[in-house]
């Protein structure tokens, strides 16, 4: 969405990440409340808006309510549009086996941008969920020409984004790069590819014994893969264990591991949650493999202290014996230093990151093309101090891939000024402007 | 396999699911009960029996006794062929860098299907091994045709299913679905995508220390991918450990949890497990994550009690002290519910599949779109009763997606008659009559 | 890298296994020392020299250092060229989206290989950096045909090795078979297929934690299957953490796992492990699932024992008591065998494997077409004696699945006779010889 809210064909920005997508049912049974959830969902502002926000007028509204469903977002949009920080991308129907289905969606569609009501300038896209073959997309990309055409849009001007919920639509992604240039297709329109992994289970008919989702890893990266080589943004589908926060930024973890730094958010909570997840944490820490499981170690002073009894130390002469799970280890100290340096690695700060960066960059002007960066600690194991210290060799290619996280920083903080206070809570203000100024 | 025996083109069924594919030698050397193998498996019935049985004239069966291996086929077919319950689809030689062998398959698919032999009227296919690329596919496809002209069979009436053994036949998957509209060959004849993990690691060059093989996590995704995009059924290869049951069972679950719902069996003891293994349980049971390894509660009454070492719990005033491997925990109630349902999980039995969906198809019927499930339970730790209940939304995805064992189970029940005793071994009457009648 | 030096399109043979690639910078800041490092890498011999060797005129090398990088791979090649065991390929710079950076890269190339420099005939070929998709491929090929005809070189002489490091890229692979084919390129001097990571890591957006690499499981799978689909070789990307040598041990038995055989090695240390890691132990040992950690059994005499206090056994009366982890176990002597075959797996020597190919190999020419192949110890847990035993069934695919080894073995002896003393150090005589011998 942009603040411009003059014509739908003078939007200028493009958002380079995404965070966060967040549905809403678009109509609930029973009267003069039906839009209420729409309202309220477009009114948030900071960490609980999302980056894009749709109103969902597919599988979070029952059939019946869907023609009340489309009446409810122009009105809503054409009331409160032009204040929302985000993108709104409406979910309509579409289904690959059903022509009726997507003649629905295609209705649905031409209605929302209609002009006359004054919703269009505040949509961004729609989202098409259930499609199949790279044919399938093509005939919706089709319909999106013909509204715009319609309704005197520019061409290619209302962004396409799929769920991918079918083997079909999974394939379809190995060929947008080669598909997008093609003369009788728009689908450089293309925005974002958001898996669906409730329908996917079901078109791939898996089971698992207590009906939860399968992880679908392959899925995932083939997303981000399509994503990556067609210029997209790649979302993970929605987690359905509101309450389960823990869970949530571990799915979030994983993705991020694969290139998929947006997720599905189903309440403002995981908007907050997803639109934090991605950026670097305010002070770094250690992680420590204690047989297995990862936890933190606490800070105490300059110290990193282990405090379980997964892992034991203690000092036998002039040795160590350090015990993990029900194996001893009987170790001179700099075998205890590398058994370590193996067990412990650091998580870096936004400040950290920023620094690194920065001194990257300086020994670059100064015609230096790799650099080791150290990391040390004190790490503390049952009450014994162990010096510990690591190097890492950054060159170009380092650099750059560690730039994500900044990228993405940035971007949010250019693209979303109502979450600047949140920022500002987040960090310190010297960091934000090192931040911002940093890989430019 | 049909009970109707006059004809070739009167088959009137199709299998949407297979569990089981059984492969027996063809001819053994030795003389006289060369065939005595094909013979006991074709007698098989009930869960003894699988899906699809293959009488293998390829690596099981010597080179020099193939000749043989098809008379046997050809005479165990026509006597026995008619009360065979499953499909039947002999695996003929074939491989894509050797002409001569893709000749001499060829000269055995016409040998089998020679109506004067008698036997093609129980014949539902075959199988292709070591195919290649797509091109390759065509050639065998092109060998079924002319067959089914020579001898009038209609066209595409025989099925063709394939093993994937190297990298160039899992790429050639990828493009089943655009491939088989094409007016120049008949491939919507395919029925199985099996994989054949022992060859592929050949072809992928692959070592492990043991000689063990890989677990081949991507192919087995890539291969029910293209089941699912190109509407065919994805199979496993054989586990050749054939004592080794629950490794069998811990392979067919992760194969569950991609929608590989198929797997090869060797013997008619894996062909017994492999047929019940995607069948919903008996009796629903709690699945406890005892510091990461998965342990079943024992069920005391209406309690789940867990009786291992590796997790305990104790009251200490006000609070409690859960124990997971060597962490302590001072947790209240509440925190302790969140624990312990984060490490629970629970199994539904066919019984609660048909309840829960019976409940959302009355919740629909009723205008809702949505309705919450609740699963509650009494967990006993070290003595201490704590009352676990957890929500889970359930939408028309959800439960289409849950439908899979569902419909698996009503084809199994509609398509093989001969195993509806074992059914009723393994479930209450009542359930089987409304397991029939759910989601329809 | 052929010994016969008298031109470049006699060279005869084709390395069908590639273990290491070993990049080396072209110049370094400084004046007359510039190329010291080429100097000292061409002169490596035995374990330590590469089977490809990359002076790395890209990454590794500053951007203001690559012309002189160009006259030093010239004078290094020209100087010791002949002698160098392996293959040499130099990196030149490229990328897909830069027509300046590809245009310098060819301009390279087109020195490098200049017959009056007097290197080309000691040149096998160019590693091609930040590749895209299959047309970017097909520039670059486009640029070796040229200079092969600008130099009178054979077309198709100059073999081509790419670095896989965007998602296009992961996706080009995909086409290669058919790509290869056409009339219009000269894709059949494609070579290795090469991961890099840290650059894919940025093209995927990838953020972890720590600023580690991901895995990148999908991606290595997708690399090893399009080198075995389109006859090519696939090598994994360095790994930087250079003094963690168990690290990259298990890096590598994963890309083992996958059928990628070759690694990136930054140091000849690297070198060292990454020659010896695909080929056989001298001894086999016993490995033993301890609770969840592999740990290998200690050989004292002909028996096997375990050390660790993670799994504990006693008699109790007539049965026994195993304790894995906190969880007790009550079983009889049968059921102890069965646990602990579960928990224990052998890793066969070159001598074993070598037996038991003999063994088959027997076993076929007197008309066998499966045999059993025995494995049994004598397992040590806590004082107590447990006879172990396992068969496993060897047919013709279990024979060639494990034959990799030793065709990689013998792909070594024959090209790299420098290796002949390592390699007599590590194995008895007698197995070198009967090694060169089975499987042919």
Known sequence: MTTNTTAIDERTHERKFVRTFFTTPTAVEGGDDSAKMLESAIQLRGMQAPDVWVPDNEDATAPNMREEGVENIV??????????????????????????????????????????????????????????????????????????????????????????ESGAAELAMGKLREEMGKPTNNLQRLFLLVDGEVDYTKDMRAITPTGGLPKWSELRHNTSRAASAAGLIAVDGPYDDIRDVEGYHERMTDNQSKGMLGIWSLTPGQVVEANRAPLPPREGYWLFDADGREVELEREGGRQVYTGDRVSLREDGDEYVLSVGGDELGIDAEELHEELLDLLAYVPS??????????????????????????????????????????????????????????????????????????????DESVLERAMNVGN
């Open 75 to 164: 009105d809503v949009l054409s009331k409160h549009g032009a204040e929302f920080p985000g993108e709104i991308h409406p979910r309509v129907v579409w289904h690959r086996d059903d022509p009726g289905t997507r003649y629905r969606g295609f209705r649905h569609m031409l209605e929302l941008t209609d002009p006359e009501n004054g919703a269009v300038e505040h949509l961004d896209g729609f989202v098409i969920p259930e499609v199949g073959d790279i044919d399938d997309w093509k005939k919706a990309d089709e319909f999106f020409t013909i509204i715009e055409d319609e309704h005197d849009l520019e061409e290619g001007s209302l962004k396409m984004s799929v769920i991918i």
């Open 350 to 427: 936004l400040d950290d990151i920023v620094d690194s960066m920065e001194e990257f960059e300086a020994a670059k002007e100064a015609g230096k093309g790799a650099i080791a960066m150290t990391q040390s600690a004190t790490v503390v194991i049952d009450g014994i101090d162990v010096e510990i210290s690591r190097d890492r060799m950054w060159d170009e290619a380092t650099y750059q891939a560690l730039q994500t996280p900044i990228a993405l920083f940035q971007d949010v903080y250019e693209n979303r000024p109502d979450q600047h206070g949140d920022l500002a809570e987040l960090y």
